[in-house]
DNA sequence: CTCAGTGTTCAGTG
DNA sequence: TCACTGAACACTGA
């Protein structure tokens, strides 16, 4: 599930369920992977009793802000997620395996209880999320290592095109690499590209001004417009790809009747639309 | 049983 | 050293 709208839909869920509150108890699941070996015990105690001052978020990259180090930071991977009890009316954030009626849910690895009995919890079914532990996230890595957050500091489109110079690579891939835009992932890279008019295998240094323009535009309105229906519940707009790309299903068309292709672009599954993208 | 998959890392290449 | 590529990772569900 998670790019950055769902990290987002994740940071959202933890500052209305955990910011201002101090936490009361942790629970650690057995998951050397997932905690990359840290002790469960070490974990816990180095949040127990804290107060969460905010949750933050940069790219795929989200932490709670407590009253003192170390901050926890969350990884999503392919398939984590944050569920709060009682929370997600829709089940967006739930994958079809995770059932809401069992508590915790299936696969959880983490689990926060406020001191108002509020609980927060991160499910991975697939286990390539990471729990970690940061004294200042946002000068270490993975976070000092990250480009641009569309959502939060776009760059103007000259700055986007001085960064698109020289790069010899697909502009999909580019737009995937996340030291370049934060947060992008495999769908919001083709609903960009398709909705810029641009081939996802055009050589990112390639672009002219209008293209890097129309590019810069999208890249913030997909990801703004995202976050904003994921945080809501609220499914995308229905002109968008993201409707019609999943399956590979031979002669999928957009909404507007265009025939969808699927190819491989930087080892990723691609959806574009040939008459639409040059 | 096989395979794809909303992500990242790392060894290998040029 | 840098930019880039592709396999590996781990697991569920179709």
Redesign the pocket.
């Known amino acids: 599930?998670?790019?950055l709208?769902?990290v987002e839909r994740g940071r959202h869920m933890a500052e209305i369920g955990l910011v201002g509150k101090r936490i009361a108890a942790v629970e650690i699941a057995s998951?050397p992977?997932v905690f990359a070996n840290v002790e469960p015990l070490e974990f816990a105690r180095a949040l127990e009793g804290k107060r969460v001052i905010s949750a933050k978020r940069w790219?795929?990259?989200l932490w709670l802000e407590l009253d003192g180090p170390p901050h926890p930071l969350f990884?999503?991977?392919?398939?984590g997620s944050f569920r709060m009890q009682g929370d997600d009316p829709l089940r967006l954030a739930a994958?079809?395996?995770?059932s809401t009626d069992q508590w915790p849910p299936?696969?959880w690895k983490i689990l926060l209880r406020a001191d108002d009995g509020t609980e927060l919890v991160m499910t991975d079914?697939?286990?390539?999320g990471?729990i970690l532990l940061r004294s200042s996230p946002e000068t270490q890595?993975?976070i000092a290592?990250l480009g641009f957050d569309a959502l939060i500091n776009p760059p103007t489109s000259r700055e986007l095109a001085k960064r698109l110079a020289?790069?010899?690579?697909?502009i999909k891939?580019?737009l995937?690499?996340?030291s370049?835009s934060?947060?992008?992932?495999?769908?919001?890279?083709d609903e960009v590209l398709f909705q810029a008019g641009i081939a996802p295998t055009r050589?990112?240094?390639t672009l002219d001004t209008q293209e890097t323009k129309r590019l810069r535009a999208k890249l913030v309105s997909v990801v703004r417009r995202g976050a904003e229906c994921t945080v809501s519940n609220q499914p995308y707009p229905k002109h968008w790809l993201f409707h019609h790309?999943?399956?590979?299903q031979a002669g999928a068309k957009t909404t507007g009747g265009d025939l969808i292709e699927?190819i491989?672009v930087?080892?990723?599954?691609t959806a574009w639309v040939p008459s639409k993208q040059a």
Do not use: C, Y
């Not at 994958?95 to 995770?98: D, F, I, K, R, T």
């Not at 934060?182 to 890279?189: D, F, K, S």
């Open positions: 599930m998670p790019e709208p769902e998951d992977i790219g795929k990259q990884h999503f991977g392919m398939s994958g079809p395996n995770e299936r696969f079914a697939r286990r390539l990471r890595p993975p290592k020289g790069r010899r690579t697909p891939s580019l995937l690499n996340q370049f934060a947060g992008v992932g495999n769908w919001i890279a050589l990112a240094s790309r999943w399956g590979k699927h491989t930087g080892g990723r599954t």
